[in-house]
């Protein structure tokens, strides 16, 4: 027990030191250009791009802040979500559509597969605004790392009777190391330690992503090697009222 209670208390420090890195830098840009702005007059369009640098830098706290709030909400023994049998195809549509345009410009092609008799009648038992944010953290994630001209793929499979789905987010991406495999899904934790798109990334996604699925009872896993697809998978338990779709 102690030694769990070490181990939660060294996560706990280090979520943290990432946290406070995560704020420190966009307030500190943020002072620098008032800073320089205000050091001698300037001219309307000069005060403009300053404010709209300004407007990305608030963008990016409100997002910060958003993640936190999430986390320390689904933390509690108390939380409930609003399960219920939701059509998956729409589910699949308003998550992808989001991110067309962000997958056109970085020249990757996003594919969706669904897997199963009558596709579009399929369902799954789910809060469907989690399942959403689930999803679009994956994709998100996906299309960062896929290299151009190559294609995140997206697919879901009824597995059982009761409804209990598997979704599947797919990229070609760089392998991610297998002592990392696990730690994907804890807060703040990035596999590259220099930090690097820190300023877009704040490593809570995959975190928001692992908790969302334990609200629902069901799990995430990841698997990744050298030379295949890196493959993000959700698994969906069915509901009360099997049979649907």
Not at 23 to 38: C, D, S
Not at 106 to 113: D, N
Request: charged content about 25%.
């Amino acid at each position: 027990m102690l030694d769990r209670l070490e181990a939660a208390f060294e996560r706990l420090s280090a979520f943290s030191s990432d946290l406070a890195h995560d704020l420190r830098t966009p307030i500190n840009n943020l002072l620098g250009e008032a800073q320089v702005a205000l050091s001698r007059p300037r001219s309307a369009d000069e005060y403009r791009a300053v404010l709209e640098s300004a407007v990305e830098e608030y963008e990016r706290l409100s997002r910060l802040i958003e993640a936190m709030l999430f986390l320390a909400r689904a933390d509690d023994p108390k939380a409930a979500i609003e399960r219920r049998w939701v059509g998956l195809s729409r589910l699949l549509e308003c998550s992808c559509g989001y991110f067309e345009m962000l997958a056109e410009e970085k020249g990757v092609a996003l594919q969706v597969s669904q897997q199963g008799p009558e596709p579009a009648r399929q369902q799954v038992w789910a809060d469907g605004a989690l399942f959403v944010r689930a999803l679009g953290n994956l994709i998100s994630n996906a299309l960062r790392y896929a290299p151009r001209g190559s294609t995140v793929m997206v697919s879901t499979q009824r597995l059982e009777a009761d409804g209990s789905v598997l979704l599947e987010v797919s990229n070609e991406g760089p392998a991610i190391a297998p002592e990392h495999h696990e730690q994907l899904f804890e807060r703040s934790f990035r596999v590259d330690g220099s930090r690097a798109g820190s300023a877009t990334n704040s490593g809570l996604g995959l975190a928001i992503v692992k908790s969302i699925m334990e609200l629902h009872g069901g799990r995430v896993g990841v698997h990744s090697a050298p030379g295949e697809r890196t493959v993000f998978s959700l698994y969906y338990p069915g509901g009360v009222s099997a049979g649907m779709g």
